[in-house]
DNA sequence: AGGATAGCCTGCGGGC
DNA sequence: TGCCCGCAGGCTATCC
């Protein structure tokens, strides 16, 4: 569900009403959905760890901190509060931050100095929270294999994430490690828009299509939080609203159907495990 | 190194 | 109406 469109247009509706607020108390009502430093396998496979969990503490959910910043890299985002604790933030496929309480799967209630609330939701529960004790080693630590930031990916950076790969270039874009944001929806848009395949080896990139690449994922990603994101099914931002830049899909989704510049219908594959869709006559 | 596969979960839409 | 199937915006572990 959300790549970093989405997550940064969740980040700009949380930023008023969370900003200097204190907050109040917390309950969370699943363990398995917050990750303490210390629990097993850095919280993935969670639910399979024999080890028992530590105990978690008002204070791991940032009760007491005031909120005086939110971050985001890639498609993470960190709830940093003035004493230095902070929460990062992974929604997963169908993750939501709401700021009404959701029907069902409200895995952690907060409530704050003004007395409003905020929830997390998350009915597939790929998605998480994690604690971290002090923000300063955010970087070194939990956004540590994080590659650099999509929206901002310049040619000579994506060059780099290129160099010496021999993957598909689908499959790079996929990767957290080398670019950090893009997800299935505008790995396919951008590539349609640079006019390349897929398929395409990365380390096979001409450095004119490494320009053309990096500006296309700038633009799309751009536009797509003009729109306020994509609502497929579930994204939400805080208040609830769905987006709009669905709309402006121009392959995602549209396998089969004509090439809106040429024509031709368009193909799809599975690459890198996930539905991958272009158009042999555009890209090559 | 990087591909392919299975797995973590729930929900929805299509076919029957 | 209901059942079964495949599929979904993410990511990890494991095997080759």
């Known amino acids: ?36 430093p210390g629990d097993p396998a850095g919280g993935f496979s969670r639910s399979r760890s024999r080890k028992r969990p530590l105990r978690v503490r008002p204070e791991h959910l940032l009760v007491g901190g005031t909120i005086i ?44 100095d003004d007395g409003s609330q905020l929830f997390f939701r998350d009915p597939r529960r790929f998605g998480g929270l994690w604690f971290i004790p002090g923000v300063s080693t955010l970087d070194a630590t939990r956004w540590a294999d994080l590659g650099p930031d999509a929206l901002t990916i310049t040619a000579e950076g994506l060059a780099e994430a290129a160099a010496g790969s021999k993957r598909a270039v689908k499959a790079l874009l996929l990767d957290q490690q080398a670019l950090a944001g893009v997800g299935n929806i505008y790995a396919d848009e951008a590539l349609f828009l640079s006019r390349i395949s897929p398929r395409r080896r ?58 809106l510049t040429c024509g031709k219908p368009l193909a799809t594959a599975i690459m890198a495990q996930r539905t991958t869709v272009w158009c042999r006559g555009c890209q090559a």
């Open 69 to 112: 910043e939110l971050r985001r890299r890639g498609k993470q985002m960190a709830v940093v509060a003035g004493d230095g604790r902070a929460l990062v933030v992974h929604l997963g496929m169908t993750g939501q931050l709401l700021r009404t309480k959701p029907k069902d799967h409200t895995h952690i209630s907060w409530t704050l």
């Open 202 to 259: 990365a380390d096979r990139l001409s450095a004119a299509q490494c320009q053309a690449l990096a500006l296309a994922i700038r633009d799309t990603l751009s536009a797509a939080i003009k729109a306020r994101g994509s609502t497929l099914r579930d994204y939400r931002d805080a208040a609830g609203e769905p987006g709009e830049a669905q709309n402006g899909h121009r392959v995602y989704g549209r396998a089969g159907q004509p090439c």
């Open 1 to 36: 569900m959300p790549e970093l469109p989405e997550v940064e247009t969740l980040r700009r509706s949380l930023q008023r009403p969370l900003l200097k607020r204190t907050i109040a108390s917390a309950t969370l009502h699943r363990r398995d959905i917050l990750i303490l």
